[in-house]
């Protein structure tokens, strides 16, 4: 039971380059969502799905598109990088219904 | 509007020492409120959860929290740190039923003195 997964670990892009940031999570949960971390401002919720078939934009939106692939697997991408979208970049899951949030282990992304 | 303030960016505690760490809130009806670890490199575990009931709720590792309404603080405690517990810790207040609109604090970073 491998919980929340996320790859890549880390990346580093050049400003106008994309990427795909993918997230699985085998534990069944309905809702993910993709948080990004940055210093002194805790989380901040990018876009979240809450069930298969169906995704909202959350507080940070611009600048990201969100793929919710089947109730497995909630992607994020990045069209065109800009140096404002370094961050740790976190993936979670939960149950519907249900507040407690699992995390996987992160992406460090560096925009140069 | 909703927040939630974590006055303190960084804490140093010797090993063996009692902690505490605050967490302030703004919020409308009735918060479902949160406290998450997060060990360097990893994503955030939950601690331990407050929605109703008894004030005083027990967490995993040891800690505790106590929710006071009068004073709008959820603030997270250990009788006895160890040097494993050096991590960053994030209070979380929100709604019930949605997590999508949980919000963090900003973290404070927890650093344990031989």
């Known amino acids: 039971n491998a919980g929340v997964t996320q790859t890549p670990k880390f990346q580093v892009l050049k400003t106008g380059q994309s990427m795909t940031l993918q997230c699985a999570q085998d534990m069944n949960h309905n809702s993910m969502y993709w948080y990004r971390q940055d210093p002194g401002m805790g989380l901040r919720l990018i876009y979240y799905?809450?069930?298969?078939?169906?995704?909202d934009k959350g507080e940070v939106p611009n600048g990201y598109n969100v793929s919710r692939l089947n109730k497995r697997e909630f992607s994020l991408r990045l069209e065109s990088a800009a140096p404002s979208q370094t961050s740790v970049y976190f993936c979670a899951s939960s149950d519907r219904g249900q507040e407690t949030q699992y995390f996987g282990p992160g992406t460090r992304l560096l925009v140069l | 509007a909703q927040s939630v303030t974590q006055p303190d960016i960084h804490i140093t505690v010797s090993e063996g020492a009692s902690l505490e760490l605050r967490c302030n809130y703004s919020?409308?009806?009735?918060?479902?409120l949160f406290w998450y670890v997060q060990s360097p490199g990893q994503g955030l575990q939950l601690l331990l959860k407050?929605?109703?009931?008894?004030?005083l709720v027990q967490g995993i590792k040891g800690f505790e929290a106590e929710f006071k309404r009068s004073q709008s603080s959820f603030n997270l405690r250990k009788p006895s740190v160890h040097w494993s517990d050096a991590a960053e810790y994030f209070c979380?207040?929100?709604?019930?039923?949605?997590?999508?609109?949980?919000?963090f604090g900003s973290g404070t970073r927890l650093s344990i003195r031989p």
């Open positions: 919020y409308g009806a009735t918060p479902y």
């Open positions: 979380a207040v929100g709604p019930a039923s949605s997590a999508s609109k949980i919000i």
């Open positions: 799905s809450a069930s298969e078939g169906t995704t």
């Open positions: 407050y929605f109703s009931g008894d004030t």
